[in-house]
């Protein structure tokens, strides 16, 4: 009996290892595999180069492949609404950004079949960037405010390009229709570099979009820059709306990651430092910020307030300026 006892306790002792190994083992490993890092933009776009750059550092640190896959469109909603839907393991997940997250819920709520508050684990703010319009350098326009004199007096006859229905841009846009009266004629993009041909192919009049885009064709000679989103230190001499005398501010952007709402605490644990890490690289940081971008890493309580706050601003903005009721 003592014997049988005996082997009832080791068999027992024995299971409890098991699970606890299982446990440890699973915590320590993540990632085993390949982890599909999914982009909502199109190749190319800056969405997409950024995003690479993290896959990459990740790459490294997790010691595991972090693939870029690209699935454009929707305003950045497609893709973001793959991984909300997506099994909640770590081995799928976001490089997203702010029009996906609150944009196109206010501009576009038909078209957003997610809640980002519900349906997405926060993961980290990676950088933040301005936008910024501009003109072929052939263009009449030498500044925002003789831009605007003109489309008051034209209205609907200045083309614009963005890169899409509910991006930040197209909110800017309706801003600053709102504020000075004009009626632009929006010509939406699904992002990436289209945004920007159809300006020099003389296919728009004006583009409204990253000035990490903009700025070689400006320093080319190709195009002109009007106004940017937030004051940008490489153009110093470029004005924000409000030091034309505006009263409303144009949203900074940003990228940051996501999962699938419910990602295990065993993968949080491993991959929230690892995103750190990687938007915190000094060689990576440096390469980003030569194109314009600020690296500002944000954590995920961090990013969720600053959601939460900008949603709050956006919708009240929108409802002020006639976008939403």
């Known amino acids: 009996m003592k014997r049988k006892i005996f082997s009832i306790t080791i ?3 024995s299971l409890v290892v098991v699970v606890l190994f299982t446990t440890i083992t699973f915590a320590q490993t993540y990632p085993s595999r390949t982890v599909q890092f999914v982009i909502p933009g199109t190749p190319g776009s800056i969405i997409d180069i950024t995003g690479r750059v993290m896959a990459e550092e990740l790459g490294k640190i997790l010691g595991q492949p ?5 699935k454009p469109g929707g305003g950045f909603t497609v893709g973001t609404e793959f991984v909300a839907k997506s099994k909640n393991d770590g081995y799928t997940l976001s490089y997203t950004n702010n029009p996906a997250i609150v944009y196109s819920r206010i501009l576009n709520p ?6 980002p508050d519900k349906d997405l684990e926060p993961l980290g703010i990676h950088l933040f960037f301005a936008h910024a319009i501009a ?10 405010t003789e831009l605007i004199d003109y489309v008051k007096k034209n209205p609907g006859k200045v083309s614009v390009s963005t890169p899409g229905i509910g991006t930040t841009t197209h909110f800017h846009l309706e801003i600053i229709q709102a504020l000075t009266g004009t009626k ?3 010509v939406p993009f699904k992002s990436g570099e289209a945004v920007i041909t159809a300006l020099l192919g003389g296919h728009v009049d004006m583009t409204f979009d990253a000035i990490s885009k903009i700025a070689p064709h400006v320093e080319s000679g190709k195009m002109r820059m009007l106004l940017v989103s937030i004051k940008s ?8 709306i ?4 505006y009263k409303q501010e144009l949203p900074a952007s940003w990228f940051g990651m996501y999962g699938p709402a419910g990602l295990p605490e065993s993968v949080k644990k491993v991959l929230i430092p690892a995103i750190e890490k990687a938007a915190k690289n ?6 980003l910020e030569r194109m314009h971008f600020v690296i500002q890493y944000k954590s995920p309580d961090e990013q969720r307030k600053l959601v939460q706050e900008e949603y709050e601003t956006a919708l009240a903005i929108a409802k002020e300026v006639g976008l939403r009721k």
């Open 66 to 70: 972090f693939i870029p896959v690209n």
């Open 11 to 13: 068999l027992m002792i």
């Open 110 to 115: 038909e078209g957003v079949h997610y809640d």
């Open 135 to 144: 003109v072929q350098s052939s263009a009449p326009w030498k500044t925002f």
């Open 184 to 186: 632009f004629n929006h």
């Open 242 to 245: 409000t030091e034309l005398g």
């Open 282 to 287: 000094p060689e990576a940081k440096a390469k």
């Open 233 to 240: 230190p490489l153009f110093p001499n470029i004005p924000t």
